[in-house]
């Protein structure tokens, strides 16, 4: 199926192009994890290589925007090597209404949390699937244990009123394990009321490394939808 005859991929190819839109030259920019997100890199590519933009540095969020970003020709840095970043660009997996998020669908919200939460501006691309009156109604809080933790924290967050269930590996036996070699548990809860309280307590259970509650970080969301066949992004 080609793009043109998949308006989903195409929606999320503009959202990506949109945001791609937004790095100025000179610019040091985080680069998130997912598939939006990888028609932005894609896009940065392809403005480097036709000479629009000059002089932009990449920090990777996950192996896979790393990858990414060597196959599209975006020049890579760490963030030993850097002392700023001047726009960062990720998806998620559920927005809500006052711009908070739960991400970590891809085993990748350490990293993002780190590189996002340091960006000047952080922009957000979502389908308009994505979007939430409340955190938690449609997708579950990734939280990444260390291995040697992951019984206690199970029963901690248990007492906290949530379901944690360990991630499992598709196509491979056993849970999944990130990019920093630790399991993620995905917790349900039946409300969340306050993430802001939430991520704190979350992070504050001895064995969490970090939880995929983004809250009081995103400058701007755009979404994409599908509209009469046609693709458009609009903002939040």
């Known amino acids: 199926m080609t793009a043109a005859a998949d ?3 195409l929606m999320k190819q503009e959202v990506g192009k949109a945001a791609a839109a937004l790095v ?12 939006t997100t990888a028609y932005t890199i894609q896009f940065l590519g392809d403005r480097l290589k036709s000479g629009e933009l000059k002089d932009i ?5 996950s192996f896979q925007s790393e990858v990414l970003a060597k196959q599209y020709g975006v020049p890579l840095a760490t963030l030993d090597a850097i002392d700023h970043i001047d726009i960062a660009i990720d998806g998620a997996d559920e927005v809500d209404p006052q711009k908070n998020l739960i991400k970590g669908g891809g085993a990748a919200h350490t990293r993002e949390k780190v590189v996002d939460y340091l960006a000047e501006q952080f922009i957000v691309v979502v389908d308009s699937g994505k979007l939430v009156e409340r955190l938690g109604s449609t997708f579950a809080v990734p939280v990444e244990v260390i291995p040697m933790a992951i019984t206690p924290v199970t029963n901690a967050i248990k007492k906290l009123g949530g379901k944690p269930e360990l991630r499992m590996g598709v196509k491979k036996a056993g849970p999944v394990i990130t990019d920093q070699g630790n399991f993620v548990l995905d917790v349900r809860f039946d409300s969340i009321e306050d993430p802001v309280s939430l991520e704190k307590t979350l992070n504050n259970i001895p064995g969490v490394l970090e939880n995929g509650i983004f809250v009081n970080c995103v400058d701007l ?5 599908v509209k009469d066949g046609q ?6």
């Open 24 to 35: 100025k030259s000179g610019s040091i920019v985080g680069l998130g994890t997912g598939s």
């Open 57 to 61: 540095i990449g920090i990777p969020t």
């Open 221 to 225: 969301v755009l979404i994409g939808e």
């Open 231 to 236: 693709p458009l992004v609009r903002q939040l």
């Open 7 to 9: 308006p989903v991929k």
